[in-house]
């Protein structure tokens, strides 16, 4: 048989790959192998047994049932009698194969439904498997993203990804910030989903690899490797510590950051919607570092007390002690996700304000 595809189907899937990106070509190859797969249950016979053809310029397709010609038949869904075939085929033989063109009225209705349900499986599969691949490609990766409407109810915001949409959950935001339609954003791809029905992925702009992947694109020592991050610890909407070491003693991890007068790091903060962002060197010797997470505080002594259990005592001077312990406690905390170190703080005169405790 020879079908006459729609106008409508083809203008659809050029509307696909205009909008989605999703090859016209390979929802095609879909559509095929879907018809055949149809075609082979309703007339109960093999692969090797259905021929589907695809004339794209013409939008047309035919189907064709593969019979062996025979001259005692047995099996008249795949074998055809001689001398049947020879009426169809002058040239006809026993053994040799004749393609047997099929017409629409043979399949009949319930195979047509058979077949337009395959057909829509055989698009959605070839969607998500695109998606997928584009999806897979930016895993764990930043991406910009436009917000096209927030959810007043929920707070969850609709952004579009490559003309793909996702959501944003408000847990996802960071705290405070307030996202409208319109407004470009970046988002960390934390994962990718494939279900039975689709595919999606889960973005965020709570991950401290956001912060880790920005940096990575404002700081061409970090993009190159001179400069590595070591280190991060994050409090999304509020502030971010972030170690860094050079390999090269000429270049200044935390200046290479920071940059002339502020503008690289000052480009994060905007983004991070005025998260507050401490850049600190890295150390090898666990007692440096350390107070160097500390910052902004001064540190009069760090002690390990514990090398395996990482746990150790800071002194500080008794007008820093606030300062280092941060507002509820926030800047000793990060220090010690930063460092991995449990950390008593401790001031100068051996005095520690049980309140603060």
């Given at each position: 048989?020879?079908?006459q595809?729609?106008?409508?189907?083809?203008?659809?899937?050029?509307?696909?790959?205009?909008?989605?990106?999703?090859?016209?070509?390979?929802?095609l190859?879909?559509?095929?192998?879907?018809?055949?797969?149809?075609?082979?249950?309703?007339?109960?016979v093999?692969?090797?047994?259905v021929e589907?053809?695809?004339?794209?310029?013409?939008?047309?397709?035919?189907?064709?049932?593969?019979?062996?010609?025979?001259?005692?038949?047995?099996?008249?869904?795949?074998?055809?009698h001689?001398?049947?075939?020879?009426?169809?085929?002058?040239?006809?033989?026993?053994?040799?194969?004749?393609?047997?063109k099929l017409?629409?009225?043979?399949?009949?209705?319930?195979?047509?439904?058979?077949?337009?349900?395959?057909?829509?499986?055989?698009?959605?599969?070839a969607?998500?498997?695109?998606?997928?691949?584009?999806?897979q490609?930016?895993?764990?990766?930043?991406?910009?993203?436009k917000?096209?409407?927030?959810?007043?109810?929920?707070?969850?915001?609709?952004?579009?990804?490559?003309?793909?949409?996702?959501?944003?959950?408000?847990?996802e935001?960071?705290?405070?910030?307030?996202?409208?339609?319109?407004?470009?954003?970046?988002?960390?791809?934390?994962?990718?989903?494939?279900?039975?029905?689709?595919?999606?992925?889960?973005?965020?702009?709570?991950?401290?690899?956001?912060?880790?992947?920005?940096?990575?694109?404002?700081?061409?020592?970090?993009?190159?490797?001179?400069?590595?991050?070591k280190?991060?610890?994050?409090?999304?909407?509020?502030?971010?510590?972030?170690?860094?070491?050079?390999?090269?003693?000429?270049?200044?991890?935390?200046?290479?950051?920071?940059?002339?007068?502020f503008?690289?790091?000052?480009?994060?903060?905007?983004?991070?919607?005025?998260?507050?962002?401490?850049?600190?060197?890295?150390?090898?010797?666990?007692?440096k570092?350390?107070?160097?997470?500390?910052?902004?505080?001064?540190?009069?002594?760090?002690?390990i007390?514990?090398p395996?259990?990482?746990?150790?005592?800071?002194?500080?001077?008794?007008?820093?002690?606030?300062?280092?312990?941060?507002?509820?406690?926030?800047?000793?905390?990060?220090?010690?996700?930063?460092?991995?170190?449990?950390?008593?703080?401790?001031?100068?005169?051996?005095?520690?304000?049980?309140?603060?405790?």
């Amino acid at each position: 048989m020879i079908y006459q595809m729609s106008n409508e189907l083809f203008d659809a899937l050029v509307e696909l790959e205009r909008e989605k990106g999703i090859k016209s070509s390979d929802v095609l190859s879909a559509i095929k192998n879907a018809i055949a797969v149809a075609v082979r249950k309703y007339y109960n016979v093999g692969e090797e047994n259905v021929e589907v053809e695809l004339d794209t310029d013409l939008k047309k397709f035919k189907v064709a049932l593969i019979k062996e010609v025979v001259d005692e038949l047995t099996d008249p869904m795949t074998q055809i009698h001689i001398d049947e075939a020879i009426i169809k085929n002058k040239r006809a033989k026993v053994g040799s194969k004749l393609n047997m063109k099929l017409d629409t009225k043979q399949i009949g209705r319930i195979a047509a439904l058979s077949g337009k349900n395959l057909i829509h499986q055989g698009i959605n599969d070839a969607v998500k498997a695109q998606l997928m691949e584009q999806y897979q490609s930016k895993l764990h990766e930043v991406v910009n993203a436009k917000v096209q409407k927030v959810e007043p109810r929920t707070g969850n915001a609709t952004i579009t990804i490559d003309k793909n949409e996702a959501i944003l959950f408000k847990n996802e935001q960071i705290p405070n910030e307030v996202l409208v339609e319109g407004d470009n954003i970046k988002v960390y791809v934390n994962d990718v989903v494939s279900s039975e029905r689709r595919c999606s992925i889960k973005v965020t702009r709570t991950h401290k690899d956001l912060v880790k992947r920005l940096f990575e694109m404002e700081v061409p020592e970090i993009f190159d490797g001179t400069v590595e991050i070591k280190s991060i610890s994050r409090e999304p909407g509020s502030r971010t510590k972030i170690a860094v070491w050079s390999k090269d003693e000429n270049v200044d991890p935390v200046g290479s950051c920071i940059g002339q007068k502020f503008s690289r790091v000052s480009k994060i903060v905007n983004e991070l919607n005025g998260e507050k962002i401490d850049i600190v060197k890295y150390y090898e010797e666990p007692e440096k570092f350390i107070a160097q997470a500390l910052s902004p505080s001064d540190v009069i002594s760090v002690e390990i007390l514990n090398p395996e259990e990482k746990v150790c005592r800071v002194i500080v001077p008794d007008t820093q002690l606030s300062l280092a312990i941060g507002n509820k406690g926030q800047n000793a905390k990060l220090a010690a996700k930063l460092t991995g170190y449990k950390i008593d703080i401790r001031p100068e005169s051996g005095i520690m304000d049980t309140d603060k405790e």
